[in-house]
């Protein structure tokens, strides 16, 4: 297991941006799809985007697709979404999570960080 810590949500008008960042601890970082979900009140945990160890496939949910963008930078173990013309549907607890040896095609979150909340106002 890796111990994630996401920052950065806040209150935003709809059309902002916003950047979620997620601190790993440990020196296993680099060997970790990372990714992120989300859960709107009443709604089931939903998958929001995956990157891979070396950053080579990013992948992102449809509904956030041009809208949303993963990156990591293993040198300081942290993981970013950058989210942009944000929606009032985007608002929701956001997570960060991990997969040890996972893949952006096979990912199975096994460490979750505690969320972020994210609300998006109209």
């Known amino acids: 297991q890796v111990q994630l810590v996401e920052s950065g949500g806040r209150l935003v008008q709809a059309g902002g941006s916003l950047r979620l960042s997620c601190a790993a601890s440990?020196?296993?970082?680099?060997?970790?799809?990372m990714g992120w979900f989300r859960q709107a009140p009443g709604k089931e945990r939903e998958f929001v985007s995956v990157?891979?160890?070396?950053?080579?496939?990013?992948h992102y949910a449809d509904s956030v697709k041009g809208r949303f963008t993963i990156s990591r930078d293993n040198a300081k173990n942290t993981v970013y979404l950058q989210m942009n013309s944000l929606e009032p549907e985007d608002t929701g607890v956001y997570y960060c999570?991990?997969?040890?040896?996972?893949?952006?095609?096979?990912?199975?979150?096994?460490?979750w960080g505690q969320g972020t909340q994210v609300t998006v106002s109209s």
């Open positions: 990157i891979s160890w070396n950053s080579a496939t990013p």
């Open positions: 440990g020196r296993t970082f680099s060997i970790y799809a």
């Open positions: 999570a991990g997969h040890k040896y996972g893949t952006a095609y096979a990912f199975r979150p096994d460490s």
